[in-house]
């Protein structure tokens, strides 16, 4: 009998890109759709998806317009369609607003500020992925980063 592929069902995460609150600051995230292909939705819905090493990136369009791009995301092919798989690491567009994507144009245009995924889900059935703002940390910043946070559960114990 045929084995079959775990499915991810309702508001369940895909992928999460642990290292991101780590080695940067998040100073604002949001909500992005992504359009993909019917075989790259499937792929996503039986997991295996990475988001780790992409990045956003807002380029200017065909028609003079801005528009938002995923780079370096995985996705795994899809092992049961045949032909109409697409590259694994493709770019991908983002859905936005325009609004937000003038706000992020204004953000990211300053110093040190980049654009990466922290989150990629499905919510009603659409995927979505949560973009942030960010801005790298300094080695210092990562140590006294987590002696903040030990301290602070120190104290939690403490009060329990």
Same mark, same amino acid.
């Given at each position: 009998?045929?084995?079959?592929?775990p499915k991810l069902l309702g508001n369940e995460t895909v992928a999460a890109?642990?290292?991101a609150r780590h080695d940067y600051e998040i100073a604002d995230s949001l909500e992005a759709g992504l359009v993909l292909t019917g075989s790259e939705v499937k792929s996503l819905r039986t997991g295996?998806?990475?988001?780790?090493?992409a990045y956003a990136s807002i380029d200017t369009g065909r028609s003079g317009t801005s528009e938002a791009w995923?780079?370096?995301?995985?996705?795994?092919?899809?092992?049961?369609?045949?032909?109409?798989?697409?590259?694994s690491r493709r770019k991908r567009k983002l859905l936005l607003h325009r609004a937000q994507i003038n706000k992020l144009i204004g953000q990211s245009a300053q110093k040190g500020y980049t654009l990466?995924? $922290?989150k990629?889900?499905?919510?009603? #059935? *659409? &995927?979505? $992925?949560?973009?942030?703002?960010?801005? #790298? *940390? &300094?080695?210092?910043?990562?140590r006294r980063a987590i002696a903040d946070r030990e301290m602070k559960r120190d104290l939690a114990r403490e009060v329990r």
């Open positions: 009998m045929k084995k079959k592929l890109n642990r290292r295996g998806a990475q988001i780790a090493e995923i780079y370096g995301m995985y996705i795994p092919p899809y092992k049961p369609a045949t032909y109409n798989n697409v590259d990466i995924p $922290l990629l889900y499905f919510s009603e #059935g *659409r &995927a979505k $992925l949560e973009i942030g703002l960010a801005k #790298g *940390r &300094a080695t210092h910043d990562k």
